[in-house]
């Protein structure tokens, strides 16, 4: 069983930054293709980003891109989320997930753990 713990996220203004964390308790987290989902308030879980076991392979919905990161640290059990130029329709709880396998997918169907989700709140 692995269990995933955001944090990071927060308040912040329109055209602002954040930067949330998922600590991975499995040890061999490297294994494991890691996604962000996101879900706002009357909506279904979305999903963000997702990177492979390396961080050279990356892939991010199309509203996200240019201004999201997504990136891991193998040594330290964590991918991250850096997100920048936040807008008001980024709003949403953030849940990080983890899949075993080193094939990407964007579909929320194929993450087998996750997170209890991280509050991000943009204001205009």
């Known amino acids: 069983q692995v269990q995933l713990v955001e944090s990071g996220g927060g308040l912040v203004q329109a055209g602002g930054s954040l930067k949330l964390s998922c600590a991975a308790s499995e040890r061999t987290f490297s294994n494991y293709t890691m996604g962000w989902f996101r879900q706002a308030p009357g909506k279904e879980r979305e999903f963000v980003a997702a990177?492979?076991?390396?961080?050279?392979?990356?892939y991010y919905t199309d509203s996200v891109k240019g201004r999201f990161t997504i990136s891991r640290d193998n040594a330290k059990n964590t991918v991250y989320l850096q997100m920048n130029s936040l807008k008001p329709e980024d709003t949403a709880v953030y849940y990080c997930?983890?899949?075993?396998?080193?094939?990407?997918?964007?579909?929320?169907?194929?993450?087998?753990?996750w997170g209890q989700g991280t509050q991000v709140t943009v204001s205009s």
């Open positions: 997930a983890a899949r075993n396998t080193i094939v990407i997918t964007p579909l929320k169907t194929g993450y087998d753990y």
């Open positions: 990177i492979g076991w390396s961080d050279r392979t990356t």
